[in-house]
């Protein structure tokens, strides 16, 4: 049974690491990490959630606004809050894409900007579920979630 | 009595958007505080008013709100800067505008590293303006004037109820000293002895301290001073 924890651990290990390697996570989430304890286990899970729910919801905005081309103030607000949230988590590739958002200036670059958003937003979506469910694998055998130091 | 809520920094945090909220929440959390968190300016006055005894109507204006208002103290207030409605800095005004709360110290966040908007709040009265993503680091830094402001208003309300003693007499010539001082910034002393006290009777102040402390349980840490006649710092 051992055996199966420290596989496991070392399987979490090496995922979240490379998570960090390809740019997908920074710095900020370790910082999130950090403020998980005993006591509130599902934090980090929570805030990824209300994250991701947000993309969700900001970019479904975002797309019925661009092709009309009127309303840039609820585009250019989405995008914002976007970056903000992305930057809060620690979601790296996800918040360059939308500092590259920012950054366009006609509608056509902007619905391909867009897409990028959508696109690293889904990935980084199904990258933490799989982390997730390595976590929750190592509990259900009866180990601990390994601290990872990332520099 | 509830020494120990008492003892707790209360922060109350604002920000319109939920995953902020959390974020701030935790963070104040893992820093040992209390919190409250409210979704508007407007909500942060109307729950700041309420500590003043003022009724509100609508009890779900609040997120997370306490039974018995009176007893609320707010140690800190963090906002976030860009909100719709009152944005940060009205808010910030406004408490430094009111005689009641601006004592409350004010922290400014926000996602955007604006040199210009920077100086405009600290120059309104925040005491300190944070970068998102906000970490634990930062809260530590407001440690020293959590605390400080929490003496200042335990003081207030004991100098308001001065409390009855045998030593009566040193408890009433101890408040009038207070009441008569020009001096508006309350030092924290390193130790619990307050010069005055000490000349008035050392040998009995060494003995009855340590039978208060030991008998009451009360904390010698500084952070808790009490008014019991002659344990307390000034």
């Known amino acids: 049974m051992n055996t199966i924890v ?7 290990q090496d995922y979240i690491v490379s998570l960090y390697q390809q740019g997908y996570l920074d710095n900020q989430f370790s910082e999130l ?47 914002h809050q976007l970056k903000g949230s992305s930057s809060s988590i620690g979601a790296r590739r996800v918040k360059n894409v939308c500092i ?13 900007c867009l897409q990028q958003v959508d696109y690293e937003y889904k990935m980084l979506k199904t990258k933490l579920q799989d982390l997730f469910n390595l976590e929750q694998q190592i509990l259900q055998a009866g180990g601990k979630i390994p601290q990872v130091d990332i520099n | 009595m509830g020494m120990a809520a008492e003892s707790q920094f209360h922060v109350l945090a604002v920000d319109d ?42 009890p779900n204006a609040l ?25 940060g800095f009205d808010l910030l005004k406004k408490v430094k505008e009111s005689s009641a709360l601006k ?26 303006f944070f970068v998102k993503p906000v970490r634990l680091a930062d809260l530590n830094k407001l440690k020293p004037h959590m605390m400080k402001t929490k003496l200042r208003s335990q003081k207030m309300e004991e100098i308001e109820k001065p409390s009855k003693d045998e030593n ?23 130790l619990q002895q307050d010069p005055l006290l000490v000349q008035q009777g050392e040998q009995m102040l060494s003995t009855n301290n340590k ?12 952070a808790r001073p009490r008014f019991d006649g002659i344990t307390t710092a000034v």
Do not use: W
């Open chain 2, 168 to 190: 009566g007499s040193v408890v009433a010539a101890v408040v009038s000293e207070i009441k008569d001082s020009t001096k508006t910034e309350i030092e924290i002393l390193p």
């Open chain 1, 6 to 12: 420290a596989q496991l651990q070392r399987q979490f």
């Open chain 2, 211 to 222: 039978r208060k402390s030991m008998e009451e349980g009360i904390s010698t840490d500084r």
């Open chain 2, 63 to 87: 997120s997370t709100a306490p039974v018995n208002h009176q007893e609320v103290e707010v140690n800190l207030i963090i906002t976030d800067y860009c909100m719709p409605g009152m944005t």
């Open chain 2, 17 to 58: 958007s939920l995953f902020d909220r959390k974020l701030i929440e935790r963070l104040l959390q893992k820093s040992s505080c209390q919190v409250t968190t409210v979704d508007s300016g407007s909500k942060a006055l109307e729950f700041l008013g309420l500590r003043q005894g003022i009724e509100s109507n609508d």
């Open chain 1, 33 to 79: 990490r950090k403020l998980q304890d005993e006591g509130t286990p599902d934090f980090v899970a929570e805030v990824v959630s209300l994250f991701f729910d947000d993309c969700a919801k900001l970019i479904s905005n975002m797309s019925r606004s661009l092709p009309d081309n009127v309303d840039f103030k609820q585009v250019d607000s989405g995008v």
């Open chain 1, 100 to 112: 590259a958002f920012k950054e366009c200036c006609d509608v056509q670059n902007r619905e391909g």
């Open chain 2, 103 to 128: 004592n409350i110290p004010v922290v400014i966040m926000s996602s955007e590293n604006v040199p210009a908007r920077i100086s405009r709040c600290l120059e309104e009265g925040a005491l300190e």
